[in-house]
C-alpha cells in the first residue's frame, strides 16, 4: 500500500507531498488543483516500464497518440521545462523507492540485437538530432536505468541496467479508471476479469453487489457475438447487453472487478461519482469499502462531489473500515501545491459544523 | 446526511463561537449601527459556528484544513463560561494547545503574530470571568426601559411554579430570556438571533463595552 508520495516537477507540481495514504484515500479540491495529476503520477510510477506510460497517462485526458517528445513526455513535466529533473518519491509498505526522469542530450543508443538495424539507425538518428529521456527507477538496493528515445515507430524504451528477467521489480498491478464512463477497452477487462472470476466460482458475490444499483439482475453470463465475447445480464428474465444496464451498474463491476481479480492492486479512480445517483453514494462506498478490505486493494480516487464526500463518511462507517479511510483537500496557494488530510473523524466532524472541506 | 451551507473562509478576521444562537447574535452585533462608525466590523469579520464546546480541538484542527486559513490575520474564540468560568478558561487554552495554536494566558488577550489569537467567554466578555452564558448578557442588554421590572415578575413566577409543581430549571437563563420574549408579542417564539434582528437588545448597553474593545484589536 502507498503511504506517502511527492512529486517534483510532475505536471502542475513543482513539488507535492502527500502523507499517510490509507487503503481508501479520497481527494477533492477546486478546478486546477492537481487531482487528476496525482492519479497518474502514481499510474505513470508504476507503469513506468512500459515503453507507453506517457501517452497512457496522455490518453487519461482524451489527448490522442503521438509521436513525438513535446507531445509525449513534455507535457508531463512542470511548466513543460524539461531541463529540471522530474521525480516521483513513492513510499510503498514502507520501502521507499524513486523514479527521475531527465533529459539527456548526449546520449546515442548502441546497436540492440532485437532491433532491426534499418530501424535501429532511424532510432539511432532520432537521439541525436532531438534529445532522449533518462530514466532511474530506486527501491533499495535495486536500480533500473535507461532512456526513452522517439523512434520512427513511436516510443522506444532502452533499458542500460542489466538485470535477468527475475530480477527485475515487479511493480503493482495499478488500473486508472478515468471520469469517461466505461469504453471499449474497459469492456474487454471486465469481460476478461469476470470469466477468472466466474471459474474461482466467486459469480454469485459479483451479482448480490451489482443488485444493491440494479435489484433486477438475476445472473450474469457471457455471451459470444459476432466472434465477440459480451457480458450479458439477466434482467426480468431477459438476457440483456450489461452495457444497456446504464453507465453506474458499468462502471460499479469495473471498479469491482478490478479489485477482487487483481488482489493487492491499486485503484485509481477520477471523479468516482461520474454515472452515480447521489443516493447510491452510501453504498457504493461501504461496497468499495469491503472489497477493499478483502482484496487488499488500496482505492485512490478524486470527486467534485459533496454528496458522495458525504456518502464516503457514511459508507465507511457501514462497513466498519473507518480507520482504513482518509479524506485529501488538494488546494494551490500562491501558486504552491499542498494537500491537507482529515482523519474518518475529523471529515465527519468538519461536515457536522457546515465547515467547507472541498 | 442533509446538504447544509458549507462556510468558506472568506475574511481575514474570523470570529468561532458556541452555536448558532452566539453567531447569529454577534452578526447582528457586527452589523448594529453601535458598531457603524467603523466599516470593518461589518466588512471585515466574519462569524463561524464551531458546534459544542466539546468539539473546539476538532474544528481548530479542521480550521486549520480548511481554504482561506492562511490569508486569516486573527482568530477570537467566544464561548459560555456555563457553570464553571475557570474550566472553561482552561478548556478553550487547551484546544488551542492540543491544536497547535498560540495560547493567550487569560481571556481578553490577544496573542501571536501572524495570525493573532484571543478569546473571551460569555456573559463578561473581559478579562474577569464569571459563570453564566450568552442568555445571561442577552438579559443585561434587553431594549426595553421596563424589562428589569418585567425579569422581576417572570422570577416571581418561575419560583412559584418552582414551588407549587416541584418544578427545577436547571437552565434558568434560558426559562428567563424565552418567557421574557414570549410575553413581548414582537419577540414571541423567537430565538435569540431573530430577537436581536427584531430589536430586543441594545447595542450601546455598557455591558457590551469589554466585548467592543477586543473586537477593535482584532484589526
Known amino acids: 500500500m502507498i503511504n506517502n508520495v511527492v512529486f517534483e516537477n510532475f505536471r502542475g507540481f513543482e513539488k507535492m507531498e502527500l502523507s499517510k495514504l490509507r487503503p481508501i484515500t479520497l481527494i477533492s479540491g477546486r478546478n486546477n488543483v492537481g487531482k487528476s495529476s496525482i492519479l497518474e503520477g502514481i ?6 516500464v512500459s515503453p507507453e506510460s506517457f501517452a497512457k497517462i496522455n490518453q487519461f485526458r482524451g489527448i490522442a497518440l503521438a509521436s513525438d517528445s513535446v507531445n509525449l513526455w513534455e507535457s508531463a513535466f512542470y511548466q513543460m521545462d524539461t531541463t529540471k529533473t522530474m521525480r516521483i518519491y513513492l513510499e510503498d509498505d514502507g520501502i521507499p523507492s524513486m523514479l527521475e526522469y531527465e533529459r539527456d542530450e548526449s546520449f546515442v543508443p548502441a546497436n540492440d540485437i532485437n532491433v532491426p538495424q534499418e530501424m535501429m539507425n532511424q532510432i539511432i538518428s532520432s537521439a541525436k538530432s532531438l534529445y532522449t529521456l533518462k530514466f532511474c527507477y530506486e527501491k533499495k538496493d535495486y536500480l533500473e536505468n535507461g532512456h526513452f528515445i522517439v523512434g520512427p515507430m513511436g516510443m522506444f524504451r ?35 476479469w469476470f470469466g477468472k472470476l466466474e471459474l474461482e466460482g466467486k459469480k454469485q458475490q459479483i451479482i448480490n453487489i451489482l443488485q444493491f444499483m440494479e435489484p433486477m439482475i438475476t445472473d450474469l453470463s457471457t455471451i459470444v457475438v459476432n466472434g465477440q465475447v459480451q457480458l450479458y445480464a439477466k434482467m426480468g428474465g431477459q438476457l440483456l447487453p450489461l452495457r444497456l444496464a446504464g453507465d ?19 485503484i485509481l479512480i477520477d471523479e468516482i461519482e461520474t454515472g452515480f445517483h ?81 | ?57 476538532k474544528y481548530l484542527e479542521i480550521l486549520k484544513n480548511t481554504s482561506g486559513y492562511e490569508r ?27 491544536a497547535d495554536l498560540a495560547v493567550p494566558l487569560e481571556p481578553h488577550l490577544w496573542t ?13 466578555c473581559g478579562d474577569i470571568v464569571e459563570d453564566g ?30 414551588e407549587a409543581h416541584q418544578r427545577d430549571f436547571p437552565r434558568i437563563f434560558k426559562n428567563r430570556l424565552h418567557t421574557y420574549f414570549s410575553v413581548h408579542n414582537d419577540h414571541v417564539s423567537f430565538k435569540i438571533g431573530e430577537a436581536a434582528a427584531a430589536g430586543a437588545f441594545d447595542w450601546r448597553s455598557e455591558r457590551l463595552d469589554l466585548l467592543n474593545q477586543f473586537m477593535e484589536k482584532m484589526f
Open chain 1, 43 to 48: 499510474f505513470l510510477f508504476f507503469d513506468h
Open chain 1, 158 to 192: 532502452s533499458v542500460s541496467t542489466t538485470l535477468e528477467h527475475d530480477q527485475i521489480d515487479r511493480m503493482t498491478f495499478t488500473q486508472y479508471i478515468n471520469a469517461a464512463i466505461i469504453n471499449s477497452g474497459s469492456l474487454h477487462s471486465i469481460v476478461e
Open chain 1, 248 to 266: 453506474g451498474v458499468n462502471k460499479l463491476l469495473f471498479i469491482l472487478l478490478s479489485m477482487i481479480a487483481n488482489p493487492h492492486s491499486i
Open chain 1, 278 to 358: 447521489y443516493s447510491m453514494f452510501p453504498k457504493l462506498w461501504e461496497t468499495i469499502a469491503q472489497a477493499t478490505y478483502e482484496s487488499g486493494c488500496q482505492v485512490i480516487a478524486t470527486t467534485h462531489s459533496y454528496e458522495c464526500i458525504v456518502g464516503a463518511i457514511d459508507g465507511v462507517e457501514s462497513a466498519q473500515r473507518k480507520s482504513d479511510f482518509c479524506y485529501l483537500r488538494v488546494d494551490k496557494i500562491d501558486d504552491k501545491n499542498r494537500a491537507y488530510w482529515y482523519s474518518d473523524d475529523l471529515l465527519q466532524t468538519a461536515i457536522a459544523t457546515d465547515m467547507e472541506v472541498r
Open chain 2, 1 to 57: 446526511m442533509p446538504r447544509k451551507t458549507n462556510d468558506r473562509l472568506m475574511k481575514e478576521h474570523l470570529i468561532i463561537c458556541e452555536g448558532r444562537d452566539g453567531q447569529e447574535f454577534l452578526i447582528r452585533y457586527l452589523n448594529s449601527q453601535a458598531l457603524s462608525y467603523d466599516p470593518r466590523f461589518s466588512d471585515d469579520i466574519q462569524v463561524n459556528d464551531f458546534g459544542g464546546n466539546s468539539e473546539l480541538y
Open chain 2, 72 to 98: 486569516l490575520r486573527s482568530l477570537m474564540i467566544i464561548r459560555d463560561a456555563e457553570n464553571d468560568a475557570e474550566t472553561a478558561v482552561r478548556e478553550t487554552q487547551s484546544a488551542l494547545r492540543k
Open chain 2, 112 to 124: 501571536g503574530d501572524v495570525l493573532k489569537i484571543g478569546f473571551v467567554l460569555f456573559p463578561t
Open chain 2, 133 to 162: 452564558t450568552l442568555e445571561d448578557l442577552c438579559l443585561a442588554i434587553l431594549a426595553e426601559p421596563q424589562a428589569g421590572e418585567i425579569l422581576k415578575e417572570i422570577d416571581s413566577f418561575l419560583m412559584m411554579l418552582g
